[in-house]
């Protein structure tokens, strides 16, 4: 019987470049390896043929013409924490986060891939907005990304409200519009537009911060 759950790895940057069909295997070339990048599929034949073109597949359409005017960064991760000694971890998702400076203030979001600590996309920052919104979008922008892309991943986040936001499909802010923060405003309808216009069935979880850490996606500013 075939296995269904089996995945293989891809690693492009590591101590041995190759597919790989064991995560062990594959953490140990890439782990505490500058630079690391690889990725997880879920058949060797996809495995094999995304080793062979060299390339992590990234976007070549403009994310803008779907929400928010930003594609996939292409900044390498600077660190990956070891979240294997926790099995509920879904170490193929992608978690998001904002950050802000002020409340109001300077906020800025991004999303990471948990299993190499890639950074997937940055935005921002902008004036005289506030952290909820920041996750709120961030959590948008991911799911986005994945329906542009075609992909699936567990979503985490470490904001109950910006879940709330993106679960009720309603923004509940008390932040005054105004030119500062207008084009913060018109992402924010723009990401509403996209919720109530398409459908997803992408897992959003709460990051348990109390137990794992900090979310990966952390700014670090604390």
Known sequence: MANYNK??????????????????????QVDNFPGAMFKSYDSPQAAAEAYRRSEVREDKKDLGNILLNSSRSNIPASGKPDYFSFPEIDLNGWAVDASCLGNPGRMEYRGVELMSGRELFRVGPFEKSTNNIGEFLAIVHALALMQQTGESHTIYSDSVTGMAWVRNRKIKTQLTREPANEKCFKMMERALSWLNTHHYSTRILKWQTERWGEVPADFGRK
């Not at 293989?8 to 470049?17: A, D, E, L, Q």
Request: hydrophobic share 35%; glycine share 10%; no cysteine.
């Open 7 to 28: 995945r293989y790895y891809v690693v492009w940057k590591g101590r041995v470049p190759g597919v790989y069909d064991n995560l062990d295997d594959a953490m140990e």
